[in-house]
């Protein structure tokens, strides 16, 4: 879940670390944009909800 403060380049930082550690998907929503993506080894992915 993102929080109004966090930054976008910090969160993709963070995905890399948890698919490096075998992770399979890291899901993130902003309740901001009403949006959430998706990061697997292989693609991105990301769609508005709501």
Do not use: H
């Not at 399979?24 to 080894?41: I, K, R």
Request: charged share 20%.
């Amino acid at each position: 879940m993102k929080s109004p403060p966090d930054r976008w380049s910090a969160i993709t930082s963070k995905s890399g670390e948890y698919l490096n550690a075998g992770v399979v998907c890291v899901c993130v929503v902003d309740p901001e944009t009403e949006s959430f993506g998706s990061v697997s080894g292989q693609r991105t992915a990301a769609a508005p909800y709501g």
